[in-house]
């Protein structure tokens, strides 16, 4: 469903969560488009699990929009979200119109994301709905600042940096943002903001009480076996099937097994 007064609608909190996975390509979206799932997040964590880097940052607007045309038409009828990349919105509020425009006009997702709870991120989403683009914002652990942060680290602890993300929170909300990621948080302070908040929150790592829950596909489906943070439920181990379908392939061909007669023309 496209409909994103449906799919984050603020009459769902309390009721119904929300479910929202990322995606980056075009054969695990058609996967996704048989699934239930309520929302699909193009993130930019495609430059960690795709790209290899060891954060966003080197991720460009060019690249996200051809991972998320792939989506796209991978997943033709689910409600798309898609990252704006670091230093695609941060530098003007033209700049940040030119970007959301093309991430729109040229992948056909349903909305735009950014980080971030600035005077000028707030006038970014008043001015992007005004224009006609939806926006999702994302505070908490912003991944595209995790060179502040000083490391991939818990926001939002103590008193001041708390009413800090709380009154962020509500400042995007004011502005227009439909919806908000909310990373890395403690328990308590995502579900004080989602009892706060008019809009739907969209957690990982921020406790069970937010309105929905996002998580890295390739991280809810156990690709890396090495990578187990305390948010993370693996529900599934694509790590060992894809390590042994890949094993018995090499085996069989050394074998003379495959391909034999039912795999030959
Ligand atoms: O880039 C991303 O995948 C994200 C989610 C982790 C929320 O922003």
Same mark, same amino acid.
């Given at each position: 469903?496209?409909?994103?007064?449906?799919?984050?609608?603020?009459?769902?909190?309390?009721? %119904?969560?929300?479910?929202?996975? #990322?995606?980056?390509?075009?054969?695990?979206?058609?996967?996704?488009?048989?699934?239930?799932?309520? &929302?699909?997040?193009?993130?930019?964590?495609?430059?960690?699990?795709?790209?290899?880097?060891?954060?966003?940052?080197?991720?460009?607007?060019?690249?996200?929009?051809?991972?998320?045309?792939?989506?796209?038409?991978?997943?033709?009828?689910?409600?798309?979200?898609?990252?704006?990349?670091?230093?695609?919105?941060?530098?003007?509020?033209?700049?940040?119109?030119?970007?959301?425009?093309?991430?729109?006009?040229? #992948?056909?997702?349903?909305?735009?994301?950014?980080?971030?709870?600035?005077?000028?991120?707030?006038?970014?989403?008043?001015?992007?709905?005004?224009?006609?683009?939806?926006?999702?914002?994302?505070?908490?652990?912003?991944?595209?600042?995790?060179?502040?942060?000083?490391?991939?680290?818990?926001?939002?602890?103590?008193?001041?940096?708390?009413?800090?993300?709380?009154?962020?929170?509500?400042?995007?909300?004011?502005?227009?943002?439909?919806?908000?990621?909310?990373?890395?948080?403690?328990?308590?302070?995502?579900?004080?903001?989602?009892?706060?908040?008019?809009?739907? #929150?969209?957690?990982?790592?921020?406790?069970?009480?937010?309105?929905?829950?996002?998580?890295?596909?390739?991280?809810?489906?156990?690709?890396?076996?090495?990578?187990?943070?305390?948010?993370?439920?693996?529900?599934?181990?694509?790590? &060992?099937?894809?390590?042994?379908?890949?094993?018995?392939?090499?085996? %069989?061909?050394?074998?003379? %097994?495959?391909?034999?007669?039912?795999?030959?023309?």
């Amino acid at each position: 469903m496209r409909n994103v007064h449906k799919v984050y609608s603020p009459e769902k909190k309390g009721k %119904e969560k929300i479910s929202v996975v #990322t995606c980056y390509d075009y054969s695990f979206a058609k996967i996704l488009s048989e699934t239930d799932v309520d &929302s699909i997040l193009v993130g930019d964590s495609l430059g960690m699990v795709i790209q290899g880097n060891t954060s966003t940052l080197p991720v460009t607007l060019d690249e996200m929009i051809y991972h998320t045309k792939a989506v796209r038409r991978g997943a033709p009828d689910k409600f798309i979200v898609a990252d704006l990349p670091f230093l695609s919105y941060q530098t003007s509020i033209e700049e940040g119109i030119r970007s959301a425009g093309r991430m729109m006009k040229e #992948t056909d997702c349903d909305a735009v994301k950014i980080e971030g709870g600035s005077d000028f991120i707030c006038e970014l989403i008043s001015i992007l709905k005004q224009i006609g683009v939806p926006v999702m914002g994302h505070l908490g652990l912003t991944p595209q600042s995790v060179h502040v942060f000083g490391g991939h680290k818990i926001q939002g602890k103590g008193e001041e940096s708390s009413a800090k993300l709380l009154r962020e929170a509500e400042a995007i909300s004011e502005a227009g943002a439909f919806s908000m990621v909310l990373e890395m948080i403690p328990a308590e302070l995502g579900k004080k903001a989602s009892l706060e908040l008019g809009v739907p #929150t969209i957690g990982i790592g921020a406790g069970p009480d937010c309105d929905g829950q996002v998580l890295v596909l390739y991280d809810l489906l156990g690709l890396d076996a090495n990578f187990q943070p305390k948010f993370l439920k693996k529900f599934a181990d694509l790590h &060992s099937i894809v390590k042994n379908a890949v094993g018995n392939f090499h085996k %069989e061909i050394k074998s003379e %097994e495959f391909p034999g007669k039912d795999h030959s023309f």
